[in-house]
C-alpha cells in the first residue's frame, strides 16, 4: 500500500471555492467508490466529512462536496470561511478490508 | 451517538510493546454495524491505519506493520486494544481509535471512519 498524493497546501480567500486532489491507482481510488475526506483541526481528532466519494453525514455542511474520475477523488469547499482553515485527508478503500490514506493538505483561508 | 476514550501509557521504550485501550460508550461494541479501528498520526505528518477487528474477533491489519501489531476485543468491558511490539523512535505517535460501519450495500466492507477519539500521545524513548 502506497499512500494517496494530495497537495502540500492550497489556499483561498472567504467566499471562494477550492478543490483538494487526491490521487491514487487503479487498486485504490480508480476501482472503487469508496474515498472519504476527514477535517482536523489542530490538536483534534479528525473528522469526517464525506464518504462514498461524494455523500456528506448529517451535519456536515453542504458546502462540501466531494468527486471522483479515474484515480482522482477530488474535495470542494464552495463559499470558504475561516473556519475551514485546517489539514484535509483523503482515504481510500484498497481491497481486502483495508485502507489506505493520503499524506494530507493544508488548507490556508487568506 | 458512540464515544470513544483512547487510554495507555504514555512513554514506552525502545524495544518493547505498546499497548492502548479503547473504550467505546453510547453503544454496544458487540453491535454487528461496525468494525472498531486504530489510526496513528507521527508529530507533524500524516494518518495511518493500522488496522480494524470485529467483535467476534476477525481482524484485518496494515501489511506494514503487521508483524507487529495484534488488535483485540474485550466485549464485557465494550473496549478493543492495540498492542504494537518492538517499538522504535517511528512509532512515536498519536494514536486513535475509531468506529468503522460495515457497508450492507458494498458487500460489508469497511471504508470509512465514523466516529473518532481524541487521540492519545505516546512517546517511545529510554
Known amino acids: 500500500q502506497s499512500a494517496l498524493t494530495q497537495p502540500a497546501s492550497v489556499s483561498g480567500s472567504p467566499g471562494q471555492s477550492i478543490t483538494i486532489s487526491c490521487t491514487g491507482t487503479?487498486?485504490?481510488?480508480?476501482?472503487?467508490?469508496?474515498v472519504s475526506w476527514y477535517q482536523q483541526h489542530p490538536g483534534k481528532a479528525p473528522k469526517l466529512m464525506i464518504y462514498e466519494v461524494s455523500k456528506r453525514p448529517s451535519g456536515v455542511s453542504n458546502r462540501f462536496s466531494g468527486s471522483k474520475s479515474g484515480n482522482t477523488a477530488s474535495l470542494t469547499i464552495s463559499g470558504l470561511q475561516a473556519e475551514d482553515e485546517a489539514d484535509y485527508y483523503c482515504c481510500s478503500y484498497a481491497g481486502s478490508s483495508t485502507c489506505v490514506f493520503g499524506g494530507g493538505t493544508k488548507l490556508t483561508v487568506l | 451517538q458512540l464515544q470513544l476514550q483512547e487510554s495507555g501509557p504514555g512513554l514506552v521504550k525502545p524495544s518493547e510493546t505498546l499497548s492502548l485501550t479503547c473504550t467505546v460508550s453510547?453503544?454496544?461494541?458487540?453491535?454487528?454495524?461496525?468494525?472498531w479501528g486504530w489510526i496513528r498520526q507521527p508529530p507533524g505528518k500524516g494518518l495511518e491505519w493500522i488496522g480494524s477487528?470485529?467483535?467476534?474477533?476477525?481482524?484485518y491489519y496494515n501489511p506494514s506493520l503487521k508483524s507487529r501489531v495484534t488488535i483485540s476485543v474485550d466485549t464485557s468491558k465494550n473496549q478493543f486494544s492495540l498492542k504494537l511490539s518492538s517499538v522504535t523512535a517511528a512509532d512515536t505517535a498519536v494514536y486513535y481509535c475509531a468506529s468503522l460501519p460495515i457497508m450492507i450495500t458494498f458487500g460489508g466492507v469497511i471504508a470509512y471512519f465514523d466516529y473518532w477519539g481524541q487521540g492519545t500521545l505516546v512517546t517511545v524513548s529510554s
Open positions: 477487528i470485529y467483535y467476534s474477533g476477525s481482524t
Open positions: 487503479s487498486s485504490d481510488v480508480g476501482s472503487y467508490n469508496l
Open positions: 453510547g453503544g454496544s461494541i458487540s453491535s454487528s454495524s461496525y468494525y
